[in-house]
């Protein structure tokens, strides 16, 4: 199989493998609506209570239990506004939020403007929108104490609706406080750091009462699945948007918003995971503490006619005797997905919800890939040239292949004359001339697959690195230089596909076509066209990396073709060595 050929054949599968993501998107089923629990299934709304860690002898109520909602008050009560005298701002160097003791009901991602553009807003993440509601609840459920609620009411422990990171302080907390009519209160921080885009919320369970205190406490993140435009151009569609979850008996687990719950209920006891719901370059998650048995589950329920989707965590349940205390605690993160911050949590498998691919071999191939981008970045400080950086060392680490790559091309070419000779001499007898063509191979130590093998190393590389750079939040509205001021949008003077075109032209016209049939030369003439037509509105980033990587091929070609290129003694050359020497 010459070089043209397996050209081809890398062309046409990489075309496959996005018209194949793309046709599985199109034809996905659409979330069923599914209704929200009956009153015999979920909690009274007015449930008020507080709750402590678990000493692991409290069972899950019979509902949770069974995978139902913890709490009924998710639909209606989050719909409602927060007490105005509950609701706080508080703003550190990275994050703005919106806190009503409850929810977190707003955040805003302050690095991380909306476009490149002068004065545009920063990212919001959680929001309380009707269109796109999502946020992150914390409260408590018991199936025979008062416990507060999703719509129980938190009020700030100090005067003041703001609160605001100081510039010489590197940490901030907000207390909230609960009191219920038996004694007990609840005294829950959010504290946060400066830099860090996770939130610890600690609930301090005080039973000031004459009776034990039984609850559990339970953290919910739900929204409103976004309106993702679809495409092949456009990198979003191509990200996971659903839940993720992790448990160390179940390993990782995703769910797309779209198949939300078509694939079943979920209902796991899991011990040291976390739970989260992620889209394009952010996500957000409820990490427990690590000694934490929680109950996890997924839910779909209708508001007003919009279709919202949950993960919740349950657990752990805690008694607290009269006169006694205890405290709970987890991390919420909001923010980017920023691996680095992320691998500093320190939680098992928790940069994950960096999707690079639902196939576990290009998601460990990408996080690799990922890992030699961020430290040539360190080194070069631009993720432009470090995407040429990656490409130069994939290259050289492919670069046996690809020699044994040109050596069997350049083998085959050199026995075209032979085969030719045989399709003559046997014409139509197709059997024939397979076998005489087989002994041929076998005969001069021809392997007619030399020429494909290599494509099978790379395609998986290729694949997972496309994955990497559309998914690593760290090239979002990165510059190269001069008129690549963003990675992840496409190339506004249409350069870097015109030279992709350039390149794959000249790629042709240094592979000779022997033995192709007019067809296959017809398709190969389109393939620039092609390419650079769906390139044209693909992120500059890609669109770098592949104008490199062909470029490194066309230089790699070249050299091969000036060393390895010279036709070796095959029996005809031989014999036209004889007649020159006797003439």
Same mark, same amino acid.
């Given at each position: ?33 599914? $209704?929200?629990?009956? $009153? ?95 946020? $992150? ?447």
């Amino acid at each position: 199989m010459n070089q043209t050929r397996v050209f081809l054949i890398f062309a046409w599968l990489m075309v496959a493998t996005l018209l194949w993501m793309e046709w599985g998107k199109f034809n996905a089923p659409k979330p069923a609506a599914v $209704a929200a629990p009956s $009153a015999q299934q979920a909690a009274p709304a007015d449930n008020q209570g507080a709750s402590a860690p678990s000493t692991g002898n409290l069972a899950l109520p019979p509902s949770i239990a069974a995978g139902g909602s913890p709490d009924a008050t998710g639909v209606e009560a989050q719909s409602q506004a927060a007490p105005s005298a509950s609701t706080v701002t508080v703003t550190t160097d990275v994050l703005r939020l919106k806190l009503d003791g409850t929810r977190v009901l707003g955040a805003q991602l302050l690095l991380y403007p909306q476009s490149k553009q002068p004065g545009s807003p920063p990212v919001e993440l959680f929001s309380e929108d009707p269109a796109r509601r999502y946020n $992150a609840v914390t409260a408590w459920t018991s199936p025979s104490s008062k416990a507060p609620g999703a719509n129980a009411v938190f009020l700030p422990e100090q005067a003041g609706s703001e609160y605001v990171l100081g510039a010489k302080d590197n940490s901030i907390s907000i207390p909230f406080v609960w009191r219920g009519a038996d004694g007990v209160s609840i005294r829950r921080t959010f504290s946060l750091k400066r830099g860090e885009y996770v939130v610890t919320v600690s609930d301090q369970v005080i039973n000031a009462g004459t009776a034990p205190w039984q609850a559990f406490v339970y953290r919910q993140l739900e929204r409103i699945p976004p309106v993702v435009k679809s495409g092949m151009t456009n990198p979003e569609s191509f990200s996971l948007s659903g839940a993720t979850w992790y448990s160390a008996d179940t390993g990782y687990n995703r769910r797309p918003f779209k198949d939300y719950l078509d694939d079943g209920k979920v209902d796991q006891q899991i011990t040291g995971g976390w739970i989260a719901m992620v889209q394009h370059h952010f996500f957000s998650a409820w990490i427990p503490q690590k000694e934490d048995k929680v109950n996890v589950s997924l839910d779909s329920r209708t508001i007003n006619g919009v279709p919202s989707n949950s993960i919740s965590e349950v657990g752990p349940g805690v008694n607290v005797a009269p006169g006694q205390q205890a405290v709970t605690s987890a991390r919420l993160w909001v923010g980017p997905k920023l691996v680095k911050k992320i691998k500093e949590q320190n939680v098992p498998e928790l940069d994950r919800a960096v999707d690079y691919s639902r196939f576990a071999i290009f998601a460990v191939i990408g996080r690799g890939l990922f890992w030699i981008l961020s430290h040539l970045h360190s080194l070069l400080g631009n993720w432009g040239w470090s995407i040429i950086g990656l490409v130069v060392l994939v290259k050289l680490a492919l670069w046996p292949l690809s020699a044994a790559q040109y050596r069997s091309a350049n083998k085959m070419r050199q026995f075209q004359p032979r085969i030719a000779q045989l399709k003559e001499r046997y014409g139509d007898d197709r059997q024939k001339f397979q076998m005489a063509q087989m002994e041929l191979y076998k005969k001069e130590k021809i392997n007619p697959m030399g020429g494909c093998l290599p494509i099978l190393v790379t395609m998986p590389i290729f694949l997972a690195l496309y994955w990497v750079l559309n998914e690593s939040v760290e090239l979002r509205q990165a510059p190269w230089f001069a008129w690549i001021q963003d990675l992840t949008a496409r190339d506004p003077y249409f350069i870097l596909p015109a030279l992709n075109m350039l390149v794959m032209w000249c790629t042709q016209k240094m592979t000779p076509a022997v033995g192709m049939d007019p067809m296959q030369q017809k398709m190969m003439q389109f393939m620039p066209l092609v390419f650079g037509g769906m390139m044209a509105f693909f992120p500059s980033g890609l669109v770098l990396y592949w104008v490199t990587n062909g470029s490194l091929g066309l230089l790699q070609q070249w050299w091969l073709g000036r060393h390895m290129g010279k036709p070796s003694a095959t029996p005809d050359n031989k014999s036209k060595s004889k007649a020159v020497a006797t003439k």
